[in-house]
């Protein structure tokens, strides 16, 4: 018999482990009650979906109140830079004392002090209002919920609500 020639493909056979590429701790970081799980275990994602929702309305709250000492502020600023006009045109015209002149321009001053405080706590409202609604922060698969709806939340710090793991692509680790 003649001999055949033939091409042959090498193989090798490996025992491994897959990985995923990136994998998260999905976690409640604002106090309250969960209102609500908007997938299903084991269920793909997409990036930015809301998976769990947390009580908010004490969040909103905080926020509407804020927004209302901002309206407050803005006021009393108004009121202090016409206040520190009238005085800084009598100050000049020799009708009011530096005093009258110096307490009316702290009042002005505090009052826009008072404004940038009032900004800055309408941002930290809205960042926390933000955290009532947690997201997926990429595509991939979210494993089973550890917190049922219904539950409290987040009052001992922040409280693990599932995972999330990207797989697409994958890691695939394995010994030669």
Known sequence: A????????????????????NSVALEARVQG??????????????????LFNIQR???????????????????KQTNAQAEY???????????????????AKTNLDSATAQIAADKANIDLATITLGYTSVTA????????HLADVGALVGYS??????????????YVYFNI
Do not use: C, W
Request: proline share 5%; no cysteine.
């Open 157 to 170: 710090g922040p409280t693990k609500l599932a995972t999330i793991v990207q797989i697409d692509p994958i």
């Open 2 to 21: 003649t001999p055949l020639q033939h091409p042959v493909i090498v193989y090798e056979e490996f025992t491994g482990n897959t990985a995923a590429i």
């Open 85 to 103: 006009n009238r005085q800084a045109t009598l100050g000049k015209q020799d009708f009011a004392s530096q005093r009258a002149v110096d307490d």
């Open 57 to 75: 309305d004490q969040y909103q709250a905080q926020l509407d109140l804020n927004k209302a000492q901002l309206a407050m502020a803005v006021a």
């Open 33 to 50: 009650f969960l209102e609500a799980i908007n997938y299903v275990d084991g269920a793909r994602v997409s990036k930015g979906t809301v």
């Open 137 to 144: 922060p990429f595509d991939g698969v979210v494993t089973r």
